[in-house]
């Protein structure tokens, strides 16, 4: 009989899928990219997503500022509807907590997720609380809105496209090595650098609205799982090969710094990290370097090129000077890892 623990995280989903229905003709997508999407009114369709923030194996309580941790759930929900290239709306919060829980910790929690959602447009318009005997766990759910001809999907990549991410990679695992070890002799600025990106993530929602409204990036995933993890989900919905050029990675100084000291490869935590929240997006060849000019001068986000879409099975494949042997791909809750994935 299997386990989860053999079946894994994304075993898990693949298995789930045969439980959902087709939801008839309104529903546009169901399991299986970012955020599920169904019709709203004629010119615009409904975006839906839900994440999960557990005490002990997403966040510890000692650790985390209840604010910090409301902008951080906030933005892990964010980043699934940029993805998609939508506009975040509503949110609804399920909140688990113990009897002796102070006030001040959840009015704390609820300014951090209500100052993040706001920024986007989004409000809180409900949920739901429970009595929990031990941890606490906070469950946010949301609903975005997009054109449905501007909608981002996973399954779009063509070959000959050009793989593009935003910002820079692996910081946020150089900030959870850094508050693991804080012994570590990094630079005050560093160290604040990277844990501010580990606690306190930025949702790309308005990089996500310019690429939908472009009208020349294909196919789009937000960068949660790890780099490889998630451009390998796009090499399966879109049944293509993906090289990645290693040694074009944007890699930021901070996460270089911390890498040297921790006797760890930054590279590695830029393919495998996770939790950095960026995009990983695909464009026609021709239309790469405009694009991702057009968004540093719109957004003031640069934008890299790493690797381009080629035929063939659908894998992820690392090539450059320095592309090393991966021992894992990424994150997957259910067999060890950190993070936990969209259903």
Not at 168 to 183: K, M, V
Not at 284 to 292: K, L, R, S
């Amino acid at each position: 009989m299997s386990t989860l623990r053999i079946l894994g995280e994304f075993g898990l989903i693949a298995h789930l899928e045969r439980f959902a229905g087709d939801g008839g003709p309104d529903v546009l997508l169901g399991m299986g990219d970012d955020a599920a999407a169904f019709r709203g009114d004629a010119s615009l369709c409904w975006l839906a997503t839900c994440d999960a923030q557990i005490e002990g194996v997403h966040f510890l309580m000692h650790r985390s500022e209840p604010k910090t941790l409301g902008q951080r759930i906030a933005a892990v929900n964010l980043s699934d509807i940029a993805a998609m290239g939508g506009m975040p709306r509503y949110a609804f919060l399920a909140l688990r907590v113990h009897q002796e829980m102070r006030l001040s910790w959840i009015d704390a929690l609820y300014q951090g997720l209500q100052s993040e959602l706001s920024r986007e447009g989004a409000v809180i318009l409900g949920g739901n609380t429970a009595r929990t005997g031990d941890g606490v766990s906070v469950d946010l759910f949301l609903l975005g809105q997009v054109a449905q001809e501007e909608m981002l999907l996973r399954s779009a990549v063509k070959p000959g496209d050009k793989l593009c991410v935003t910002g820079t990679l692996g910081d946020s695992r150089a900030g959870l090595f850094l508050l693991e070890h804080a012994e570590l002799p990094v630079s005050p600025e560093a160290r604040a650098y990277c844990q501010q990106r580990h606690h306190k993530p930025t949702a790309r929602v308005a990089v996500g609205r310019f690429l939908s409204t472009s009208g020349r990036v294909r196919a789009c995933i937000d960068i949660s799982d790890g780099l490889v993890q998630d451009a390998g989900h796009l090499a399966r919905r879109s049944a293509v090969t993906l090289r990645i050029d290693t040694d074009r990675l944007p890699l930021h100084d901070a996460t270089r710094e911390a890498a040297a000291h921790a006797g760890e490869a930054a590279l590695q935590w830029a393919l495998t990290g996770g939790e950095d929240y960026e995009l990983l997006f695909s464009v026609p060849a021709g239309d790469a370097e405009d694009i991702a000019a057009q968004c540093l001068a719109q957004t003031g986000v640069p934008v890299t090129i790493v690797g381009e879409a080629v035929t063939g099975t659908p894998d992820v494949v690392l090539t450059g000077t320095c592309a090393p042997t991966l021992s894992q791909k990424g994150f997957d809750h259910l067999q060890g890892g950190e993070m936990g994935g969209d259903v």
